[in-house]
């Protein structure tokens, strides 16, 4: 089981409380959460820590979870910078990032930010590219079952009827969008992030669920072609969740990285 401390960042803007769950012991692996919150990562942790020498912290952001979220603490550029000042305060060292979703767009900034700290990079269906052509579906406009349906290559497994959700359930959800939208704004994108990704100057493996109809496989041969040394793997058999539909296949890619950085 994993133990969880809240750990105290300073930042620019002031201190930060980070909630921060721990588990397993070895290389250290940064886990980032996407939109679904914590839970979304908290089964591929475990898998992680159990089956690889693998010491996991998934960090919740701040104000997903019931978490506070300080004022001025509202980009990812933001989340990206705390992450790093975290690195520090925890004093760890060659460690491997690895971002799903809006973590992945963190991760991204993360490895710009270029702190010798990170040893390597995984983008897991990462959102944070503009394209005219290939947009990040707009979350905002959607219900659930229709997330859902774009989310997964099987949706029906992971299928949720928010109405039978307790009232404390659907409150936490509210603040997840909340704090979703004060992070990534309606588009989900940085229309200046594909043309900075050539300055990344350490180890990054694109992974995508072929099957992912909120931000589509495009995005990962764009970030894999703009990023030098990247390369990209596809799950036939996942959408924008690997973690969750194909956890055993993310882990062997995870931890390609993590062995050879």
Do not use: C, K
């Amino acid at each position: 089981m994993p133990t969880t401390t809240t750990v105290t960042v300073p930042t620019a803007a002031g201190p930060v409380p980070v909630t921060l769950a721990e588990q397993g012991s070895g290389r250290p692996v940064l886990l980032l959460h996407g939109g679904a919150g914590p839970q979304s990562v908290a089964g591929f942790a475990e898998l992680l820590a159990g089956t690889r020498p693998a010491r996991v912290l998934t960090p919740t952001h701040p104000g997903f979870s019931g978490t506070p979220r300080p004022v001025g603490l509202d980009s990812i550029a933001d989340l990206a910078a705390l992450y790093v000042a975290l690195l520090g305060e925890l004093d760890l060292t060659g460690i491997t990032v690895v971002g799903n979703s809006i973590g992945g767009w963190t991760a991204a900034e993360m490895a710009l930010l270029a702190d010798p700290r990170v040893g390597g990079v995984v983008l897991v269906d990462a959102v944070g590219l503009a394209s005219d052509t290939d947009p990040v579906v707009d979350f905002f406009s959607l219900t659930m079952d229709q997330v859902t349906d774009l989310s997964y290559a099987d949706p029906d497994r992971f299928r949720l009827d928010v109405d039978t959700l307790p009232a404390a359930a659907r409150e936490a959800m509210a603040g997840n969008r909340a704090a979703l939208l004060a992070y990534g704004g309606t588009t989900m994108a940085d229309p200046t992030l594909l043309d900075r990704l050539p300055a990344v100057d350490r180890p990054v493996l694109v992974v995508w669920g072929a099957a992912d109809r909120v931000v589509g496989p495009s995005h990962g041969e764009a970030y894999a072609r703009a990023i030098p040394g990247a390369r990209l793997e596809v799950i036939g058999d996942a959408g924008h969740l690997p973690q969750l539909e194909t956890p055993d296949r993310l882990a062997g890619l995870v931890w390609s990285v993590v062995e050879g950085s």
